[in-house]
T-cell receptor
Framework: QKEVEQDPGPLSVPEGAIVSLNCTYS??????FMWYRQYSRKGPELLMY????GNKEDGRFTAQVDKSSKYISLFIRDSQPSDSATYLC????????????FGGGTRVLVKP | GAVVSQHPSRVICKSGTSVKIECRSL??????MFWYRQFPKQSLMLMAT?????????EQGVEKDKFLINHASLTLSTLTVTSAHPEDSSFYIC??????????????FGAGTRLSVL
């Protein structure tokens, strides 16, 4: 069993819909949770960074962490075709600048 | 966000040759850099952690003599794939950490290098 599980998708939604992504994990030592967006053949770009349980909102993006369930989510409101990409969750016991464990990524396609 | 430059973006080489990939933090000093490998439609697999002025720490199963890492300065780390073979063909991505207090220590990624070994 992988430490971090993420549905590979693809997840196809119409433009304007809410995109809902999630990851589950098994290592209770994880305290820092990140979401990255990766366009094809490019490096990952940090979208959201949260510590411990709770919610964080930034523009159209909302990240949620439920440590009791070992479950994290990312919601994208008012999705745009430019949001079409692969979304990777990543986790660390010791901070976003240290060794990260990534999920497998979910490919998202937002159709105009 | 901070900028990490990775070069080259694409390289094609013959089997048996060595290839060097550079990773530079352009607007910050990075005491720690990471090297990842990514296969098509798969996630990033950490290969090694590189700290300036010291030997890299390799993940289990990664051949240190095959993948040479040099972190000679606070803004530059290099990955050399020695005696490359077709099975080394992959997408290699570096990242650099900004350091500082925990909440502000963020890892920024380069754009990746696509290596094709013929």
């Amino acid at each position: 069993q992988k430490e971090v599980e993420q549905d590979p998708g693809p997840l196809s939604v119409p433009e304007g819909a809410i995109v809902s992504l999630n990851c589950t994990y098994s290592n209770s030592a994880f305290q820092y949770f990140m979401w990255y967006r990766q366009y094809s053949r490019k490096g990952p770009e940090l979208l959201m960074y949260t510590y411990s349980s709770g919610n964080k909102e930034d523009g159209r993006f909302t990240a949620q962490v439920d440590k009791s369930s070992k479950y994290i989510s990312l919601f994208i409101r008012d999705s745009q075709p430019s949001d079409s990409a692969t979304y990777l969750c990543a986790m660390s016991p010791s901070g976003a600048g240290n060794k990260l464990t990534f999920g497998g990524g979910t490919r998202v396609l937002v159709k105009p | 966000g901070a900028v990490v430059s990775q070069h080259p973006s694409r390289v094609i080489c013959k089997s048996g040759t060595s290839v060097k990939i550079e990773c530079r933090s352009l607007d910050f000093q990075a005491t720690t850099m990471f090297w990842y490998r990514q296969f098509p439609k798969q996630s990033l697999m950490l290969m090694a952690t590189s700290n300036e002025g010291s030997k890299a720490t390799y993940e289990q199963g990664v051949e240190k003599d095959k993948f040479l890492i040099n972190h000679a300065s606070l803004t530059l780390s290099t990955l050399t794939v020695t005696s490359a073979h077709p099975e080394d063909s992959s997408f290699y991505i570096c990242s650099a950490s900004t350091g500082g207090v925990l909440a502000k220590n963020i890892q920024y990624f380069g754009a990746g290098t696509r290596l094709s070994v013929l």
